[in-house]
T-cell receptor, first 112, second 114 residues
Framework: EDKVVQSPLSLVVHEGDTVTLNCSYEVTNFRSLLWYKQEKKAPTFLFMLTSSGIEKKSGRLSSILDKKELFSILNITATQTGDSAVYLCAVHGSGNTGKLIFGQGTTLQVKP | DAGVIQSPRHEVTEMGQEVTLRCKPI?????LFWYRQTMMRGLELLIY????????DSGMPEDRFSAKMPNASFSTLKIQPSEPRDSAVYFC????????????FGEGSRLTVL
C-alpha cells in the first residue's frame, strides 16, 4: 500500500529559527512529490519535485528530493510568525493513475 | 479564473439527513478529486475522476457515500444518511492533464453532523 509519512507531527520554534521538515514515502512508480502549506483554509502549493538532488527554492523556503532513500525535506530559514501552518507532503504514485497521496502533515508554530 | 468553487462552505445537519456537497473545477482541468480532512486522519482521498469518469473510489468510506460528475464543470459528493463521524472538511481539487501536475484546491466544505 502506498504510504507517505511526515515528521515531526508538530513543531514549536521562535522567530528567526531554521526548521527542517521531513517526508518519507513508499509508492509504486513514483512520479513526483509536492509540498503544500495549509493555514486556515485550503492547501496552497509550494513546490513540486521530480528529480533527485535538485533543490527548489522560493525565498526562505527550499526543498530537495532523494529518490534513492525515498524522502524529501523542506527547509525554512529565518522563520516568521506567518510561517505558522500545517505543511503537507504529497506523492504521485500508483502507476500512471495520477492519484496524489498526502502525509498527515507537520504543524509548525512560530512564536514571536 | 475563479479557481475551484465549492458549496456550501459550512453545513450543519442532523444525523440521518442527506448531505450534498458541490464542486466546480477550474475550466479545462480534466482531473477532479474529493478529499476529506480530519484532525485524526489528515487528508484522505475519497474518489477521483478523469474526464468525468470515476477512476478510483477505493477511499469512499462506505455505501452511504456517493459521488457523481455529470459533466466537466460540476461534481457532487452525497452522504445519505449522514452520521456524526462524517463531520470533517471536504475538499474538492482539480488539475490539468499530465501526471505530475499541481493540484488546485477549493476552499472546502465544513460539515458538522449533530
Amino acid at each position: 500500500e502506498d504510504k507517505v509519512v511526515q515528521s515531526p507531527l508538530s513543531l514549536v520554534v521562535h522567530e528567526g529559527d531554521t526548521v527542517t521538515l521531513n517526508c518519507s514515502y513508499e509508492v509504486t512508480n513514483f512520479r513526483s512529490l509536492l509540498w503544500y502549506k495549509q493555514e486556515k483554509k485550503a492547501p496552497t502549493f509550494l513546490f513540486m519535485l521530480t528529480s533527485s538532488g535538485i533543490e527548489k527554492k522560493s525565498g526562505r523556503l527550499s526543498s530537495i528530493l532523494d529518490k534513492k532513500e525515498l524522502f524529501s525535506i523542506l527547509n525554512i530559514t529565518a522563520t516568521q510568525t506567518g510561517d505558522s501552518a500545517v505543511y503537507l507532503c504529497a506523492v504521485h504514485g500508483s502507476g500512471n493513475t495520477g492519484k496524489l497521496i498526502f502525509g498527515q502533515g507537520t504543524t509548525l508554530q512560530v512564536k514571536p | 479564473d475563479a479557481g475551484v468553487i465549492q458549496s456550501p462552505r459550512h453545513e450543519v445537519t442532523e444525523m440521518g439527513q442527506e448531505v450534498t456537497l458541490r464542486c466546480k473545477p477550474i475550466s479545462g482541468h480534466d482531473y477532479l478529486f474529493w478529499y476529506r480532512q480530519t484532525m485524526m486522519r489528515g487528508l484522505e482521498l475519497l474518489i477521483y475522476f478523469n474526464n468525468n469518469v470515476p477512476i478510483d473510489d477505493s477511499g469512499m468510506p462506505e455505501d452511504r457515500f456517493s459521488a457523481k460528475m455529470p459533466n466537466a464543470s460540476f461534481s457532487t459528493l452525497k452522504i445519505q444518511p449522514s452520521e456524526p463521524r462524517d463531520s470533517a472538511v471536504y475538499f474538492c481539487a482539480s488539475r490539468g492533464t499530465g501526471i505530475t501536475g499541481e493540484l488546485f484546491f477549493g476552499e472546502g466544505s465544513r460539515l458538522t453532523v449533530l
